[in-house]
């Protein structure tokens, strides 16, 4: 099916072309006309892939996603809680350049999707999604390190919004200030961050 | 002088005419032309406050900070580390609707902020005084409740960054999903972070 592949790739180059034009001139040059310019098309092909700006924001915001999604995946996970956890809060992270460029597109739809409905489910959809993947290692680092009473749903859930917000607010921070706040400090926080939910149980007696 | 308050005041009315375009258009929509009309004013008027838009919106970015900043100031502070932590930090949380509004306008600069030279020594500037007000809560915590062998200059650094992310993070999460990001939500998380690192000499044996 060389047509459908085709197809496909075309739609990410476009994606990979509008992250070019936020990273450099930000969300409010992304019009169609700009972003078919860098991706070398004309307008009336790139309508041949998209039919609206909106939808080609949404699947270049999903593209992000699904980059990640795919990185994580192929992750050598070794089934012990915390070294799987700072494995999986690294990709998350932008500890390099790719990554930090991914972060940075990121930040920009989010910001973007606080004004446009139709961007609104994939990040709501995809905020729901993180918070799982936090529960879940949330849940993995007490069954195994936290020797307190069993944690109540509601404990779980502050642990996992405290963990999710302290990777995005280390993301955007990074972003902002690259020379600060890079890779090193970022692994520094999380790995510290990551001991201290494990002795929690010692901070709630 | 009633000029100059005059000339202030104008000023101020035509921030927070930014604001309303952003929050309810999006950044691409904060042209002179659209935040003029927002204002009530003709672009003539307004060119005689703000000679370019980078301009309007760096006083824009600026006024969110003058605003928390006034009310910091007008704090009852106790004396008491963990009490005046929490009441600091709180003002720096979308709890209420102005603080949302606030901190939805920020996202919107943080992310231009990324693409546009004019607003990032301001970025810069309070990205740095941030730090130093995490610090010197860091350093309070610590110096009364942590009976740990005395911190080291960088392990209040990466407690200071730890919890100026988190409340980035949580910031952020709010204002994407106010629902679920509510003000009990963040204000617990809040606590408990504090908490934890008032124990965090028992977490660093």
Not at 122 to 131: H, P, S, T, V
Request: net charge negative; hydrophobic share 45%.
């Amino acid at each position: 099916m060389p047509k459908i592949v085709d197809h496909h790739k075309q739609r990410e180059k476009l994606a990979e072309a509008t992250w070019r034009v936020i990273l450099r001139d930000g969300m409010e040059r992304a019009s169609v006309r700009n972003i078919a310019e860098e991706a070398g098309l004309s307008v009336g092909s790139l309508r041949h892939y998209f039919s609206t700006q909106s939808e080609l924001l949404a699947f270049s915001m999903e593209l992000v996603s699904i980059r990640v999604e795919k990185r994580i995946k192929g992750l050598p996970f070794t089934g012990e809680p915390i070294a799987d956890a700072q494995m999986l809060l690294w990709e998350l992270l932008p500890i390099d350049e790719e990554r930090s460029a991914e972060m940075a597109v990121w930040l920009a739809f989010t910001a973007k999707a606080l004004s446009d409905p139709m961007l609104q489910p994939l990040k709501d959809r995809i905020y729901a999604e993180m918070k799982l993947g936090m529960i879940s290692i949330i849940e993995e680092l007490f069954s195994r390190y936290n020797t307190a009473a069993a944690a109540t749903e509601a404990e779980k859930a502050l642990e996992a919004e405290r963990l999710y917000a302290l990777l995005d607010g280390l993301a955007i921070h990074s972003v902002m200030k690259p020379s600060e706040v890079n890779s090193d400090v970022m692994k520094s926080v999380i790995a510290h961050h990551i001991k201290s939910i494990c002795r929690s149980d010692r901070a709630s007696d």
